[in-house]
């Protein structure tokens, strides 16, 4: 049997997530939600899937555009199993009251504060822990990226302080960019730092700062360590390390342009980058400092994730089963 997955927000994320589900051979796409019919409602039609009116409200934009939906967002809840809730940050959490009214279970994103669910989720770290839950939160991309790589060395941390350099807007975003200056967040720690203690317990402060740039973010980061670790081990921790994956400046890797043309090469679905990428020249240990710099893509490394929550919430596959077909299934490499 198939679990039935509904997407309420086809945006950056959802639109992704939507794709994702439709390529695991144990979920089925049931419908999605647009408030309006834009190029994306149409071509989701395109393509076949139901497209669903996110309210009530917006029914009459569909009628006056002659756009025939398969219903409302309540008739898609009663369709599904799971509804996974990429609406913008904050909105999640006034949806949730609707989930629970129509018992299904959701998946919020990182614009969710942890509170809204019972569980903030890496699958690689606590996959577990959403063991059959009923509301799970996939934390944002920058708190993946960086529960990635810390997760797996996290026996050599004993403090962990980040720079996180975050993209301005998505590339689709024409309302924030461009954007001619470099916005701080003047309060340390940023919300990535206490965001990670949600899912690993490692003691960790960022910092954070916007900057003028729709291609990824990166970080910098430097660990004091525990016990002694070269920089060759870590190496090698990372490159056994799934959705993880390193890249040498030296065969042109110069910066996020490139790393976002790899992807492009690959014929990777909107040059989605799943992976995080560790420049390998960075890694360096000097004295009891261990430093590292890595890039995330943000429209795209946490789709595996909720393709993953899915699996540990209907209790459908162990761990490594399911990280192993989510990532057969969206052809990421490691
Ligand atoms: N973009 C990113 O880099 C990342 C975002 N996240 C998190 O994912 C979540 C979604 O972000 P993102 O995909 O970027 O956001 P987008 O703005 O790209 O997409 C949100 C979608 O929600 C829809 N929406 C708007 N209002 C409503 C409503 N009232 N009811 C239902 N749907 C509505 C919009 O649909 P319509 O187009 O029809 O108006 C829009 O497409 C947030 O929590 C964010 O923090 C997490 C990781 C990375
Ligand atoms: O989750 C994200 O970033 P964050 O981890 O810095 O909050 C996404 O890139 C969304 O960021 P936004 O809040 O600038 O849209």
Redesign the pocket.
């Known amino acids: 049997m198939k679990v039935k997955v509904g997407v309420n927000g086809y945006g950056t994320i959802g639109k992704r997530v939507a794709y994702a589900v439709t390529k695991q051979d144990d979920m089925e796409l049931i419908g999605v939600t647009k408030t309006k019919p834009d190029f994306e409602a149409y071509r989701a039609r395109e393509l076949g899937i139901p497209v669903y009116a996110a309210s009530e409200e917006f029914l009459p934009r569909f009628e006056k555009a002659g756009f025939e939906v398969a219903g409302t967002l309540n008739d898609l809840l009663n369709e599904v199993d799971v509804i996974v809730d990429a609406t913008p940050?904050g909105m999640g959490a006034k949806n949730k009251v609707l989930y629970e009214k129509a018992g299904v279970k959701a998946i919020f994103q990182?614009?969710e504060k942890a509170t809204t669910a019972e569980v903030s989720f890496v699958a690689q770290a606590n996959y577990e822990k959403a063991s059959g839950k009923d509301y799970v939160r996939v934390v944002?991309?920058?708190?993946t990226g960086l529960t990635r790589t810390l997760s797996v060395i996290q026996e050599y941390i004993d403090y962990v302080y980040a720079v996180?350099i975050?993209?301005a807007a998505d590339p689709n975003d024409a309302k924030r960019g461009p954007v001619n200056a470099i916005t701080p967040s003047v309060t340390v720690p940023s919300?990535?730092g206490p965001d990670v203690q949600t899912v690993i317990p490692i003691n960790i402060e960022t910092s954070?700062f916007v900057v003028p740039t729709t291609l990824m973010?990166v970080h910098s980061i430097m660990v004091e360590l525990k016990k002694p670790v070269e920089a060759k081990d870590v190496v090698d921790i990372f490159e056994n390390t799934t959705r993880v994956l390193l890249f040498e400046k030296e065969k042109g890797f110069d910066s996020t342009a490139q790393l976002i043309e790899f992807a492009r090469d690959l014929h990777r679905e909107w040059n989605n980058l799943y992976e995080i990428a560790v420049w390998k020249e960075s890694v360096s240990v000097r004295g009891n400092r261990l430093f590292y710099i890595q890039a995330v893509h943000?429209e795209s490394d946490v789709v595996p994730e909720n393709i993953d929550a899915i699996r540990a919430m209907f209790e459908m596959a162990e761990k490594w089963e399911s990280i192993r077909k989510t990532n057969e299934s969206l052809g990421i490499l490691r």
């Open positions: 940050g990182g614009g944002s991309c920058n708190t996180m975050r993209r919300h990535h954070a973010h943000q």
